[in-house]
Structure formats: C-alpha cells, structure tokens
C-alpha cells in the first residue's frame, strides 16, 4: 500500500548515497505501520528463537531484518551485517557500500509499547566483507537510527551534521524538520541500568555515587536518573535535551565489556554524536578511534554532552586511594 509513495526528502542526502537511504526510509515506514498495528496485525513481541549473541529474538527482530536485507541489495549494498546474522551477508556484487544494522533495537520492550527503533552505520564497501565492515568507527561515511515513538524520526548524519526527518502520515515520507542538530548542554540527568551497581567498577561506582550525593557531594546539585532499555530512545532523549548515557563493562559472566556491540550499535551512535557536538567513548578513549575485531564485539558505552563524557574518563584516570574515598573526600570533582 505503502510503496508507490517516495519515502524520504533527500535534499541533504549525498547522491551515491540517496537509494539506499530511501530503501532505508522505505522499509523504516513499513516497520512503523506494522509496529503501530500491533496485536491487530501480525504477532511481534513472542520470542520465535536466539540470536548469535544468546539474546531472545523476537518476531519483530526477523520481520525487520529480512525486510532490510531484502530492499538494501536493489539499493546499492555489497555487504550486509545485522545483530540477528552470525556472519556478513553478501547482497549485490556491484553495490558500493557495507552496512551493518540493529534492525531493531530494544527488543524487550515492544510488548510494552515503548519506543524502539533501528540503528544502522555505512562505509564504502572493499572486495572482503570483514575488511568492509571491521575497520576504524571514524571511516564511517553515515550513521543514523529510527525511532519508532509516538513520532517516526530518521536521525542520520553523513559527515555534516545531524539531520532530523519526522515521518508525515499523512503523506507517508520522512521530511526533513531540523537540518543541524545539536545536543544542548546543561541536563541534570544520566542513564545507566543502576540494578548492576554492586557488578561495576570503581570508577563507575564513584561517578554515579557523586551524582546520587546530589547538591550534598562533590558536585554540588541535584541528579535526575532515566532508563528506559532502549538504546535508541536514550540516544534521542540525549540528542534532544543532553545528558549522559552509561552501559559499563561489569563484572557479570559475559558482561566484562558490557552489553553493547561496536559495529552497529556504538560506532553509529558515537558518529552522531560527535556530528552533534558530543562524545562518546569507551570510558576512557572515543569509540571513532576503535576497530572492532570481530562482527558481534561488545564494548562498554558511554556518550553524551561532551564535558560529562569527559568527567567519567577523569574517574577512570583517578588514583585508587580518590576513586575508593567516600564523596565526601574526593577532592578532585567540586563542581
Ligand atoms: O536490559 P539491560 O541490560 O538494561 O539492557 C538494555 C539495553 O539492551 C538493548 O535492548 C540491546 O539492544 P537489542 O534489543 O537490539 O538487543 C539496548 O537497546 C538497551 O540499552
Ligand atoms: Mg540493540
Ligand atoms: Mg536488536
């Protein structure tokens, strides 16, 4: 029904770049439509199996993924990587660009209808797939996600700002609606799952207890905490009113790099942000500086406005006799 209708204004898209950004626009809108049907379309949010990673898969994740990698081979993409494939997939020999993709990001809350989106990054694609695609974050040519709120957006950045489009229904296109975006500054609040406090390292712990100390500890104001597990609303609440978002590494089996994966969740994400003003890091070093060595890599997460993304690398830069000092005797932060 959808189809026939153009999907996106491509005004500030690059040209070599614009069918696979309105193949993107295109299965993006579908999604929408499918997802806002919800119970009164097909099943979405049952678990139907697992994917590389252990994670439950749900219908939603492989009706997105086979939409995507179905529409990305007509639209320029040699090589195709998603969260829910094991290995890269080859789409079209003659296509000019990798992409990897969360097809769907935040999976455990479609049955509860929060918002959730897609998160996808391009480079120029080589003649091998893993050399397309495992290569420094900072060679990526675009990166932008969808989120599938109560508004569609395409937030997308090739290399010259952040781009907003907001998905008109009542024409059915993503039209374009803030040509520069960037974070703002000064937000009182910061994301992070606080149910691992006691599997965190040192630093981690002492950035997050100083926020909590509140007007009362080293910072000296108040904190607002959100979590909303999913990575995507978080990345858009961030974009628009600023903060910071914390996925550390813990101590939990399988979470020693936490639970975030480089090439198509962090690597786009930390592009947009940079674009946008901000930063994102490891902790301690930019995600743009990293290579990912295999597809499914994870790597702790941090990103934000950039004066807070800084301060938690500081924390990790303290002597251990600052960073284990109760608030109240760790000098080095007084706001
Ligand atoms: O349940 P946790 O550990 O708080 O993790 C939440 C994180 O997991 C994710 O859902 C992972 O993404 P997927 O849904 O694509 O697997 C993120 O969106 C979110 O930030
Ligand atoms: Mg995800
Ligand atoms: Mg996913």
């Known amino acids: 029904m959808l189809e026939t209708v153009s999907s996106i204004e491509t005004t500030h898209v690059p040209d070599a770049l614009r069918p696979t950004i309105e193949a993107l626009a295109k299965v993006a809108r579908n999604l929408s439509y499918t997802i806002r049907r919800g119970p009164l379309g097909q099943s979405l949010g049952h678990a139907v199996g697992e994917n590389t990673d252990g994670d439950a898969q749900k219908a939603l994740d492989v009706l997105a993924d086979d939409a995507f990698a179905s529409a990305l081979g007509a639209a320029g993409v040699r090589w195709y990587a998603s ?6 997939v080859p789409l079209s020999e003659h296509g000019r660009f990798a992409l990897a993709i969360d097809p769907l990001d935040g999976s455990s809350n479609i049955d509860a209808n929060v918002s959730i989106g897609t998160i996808f990054s391009i480079y120029e694609a080589k003649g091998d797939s893993y050399a397309s695609l495992l ?59 606080a149910s691992n406090y006691r599997h965190w390292s040192k630093p981690v712990r002492a950035y997050i207890d100083d926020c909590l100390a509140g007007s009362e500890g080293p910072r000296g104001k108040n904190f607002n905490m959100r979590w909303i597990a999913s990575l995507v609303a978080e990345t858009h609440r961030i974009m628009s009113r ?15 790099r936490g639970r975030l994966r480089t090439v198509y969740e962090c690597a786009p994400i930390a592009f947009l942000m940079e674009q ?3 930063a994102a890091t490891d ?47 760790r000098g080095l932060f007084r706001a």
Not at 83 to 88: F, N, P, W
Not at 242 to 256: E, N, V
């Open 83 to 88: 969260e829910e494939r094991e290995e890269i």
């Open 135 to 193: 290569r420094p974050a900072r060679e990526q040519i675009a990166a932008g996600y969808v989120i599938y709120g109560p508004q569609t957006q395409m937030i997308v950045t090739f290399g010259a700002g952040v781009q907003t489009y907001l998905l008109d229904p009542e024409t059915d296109t993503f039209k374009l609606v803030e040509a520069t975006k960037t974070i703002p500054e000064g937000s009182s609040e910061f994301a992070i799952n």
């Open 242 to 256: 600023g903060g910071i978002f914390l996925y550390p590494g813990d101590d939990r089996p399988g979470y020693g």
């Open 276 to 278: 946008a003003g901000g």
């Open 283 to 329: 902790g301690c070093d930019p995600i743009m500086s990293r290579t990912a060595r295999t597809l499914h890599e994870r790597t702790p997460f941090v990103f934000g406005t950039t004066v807070k993304v800084d301060r938690v690398a500081a924390y990790h830069d303290l002597p251990d006799h600052e960073v284990s000092a109760l608030f109240g005797n």
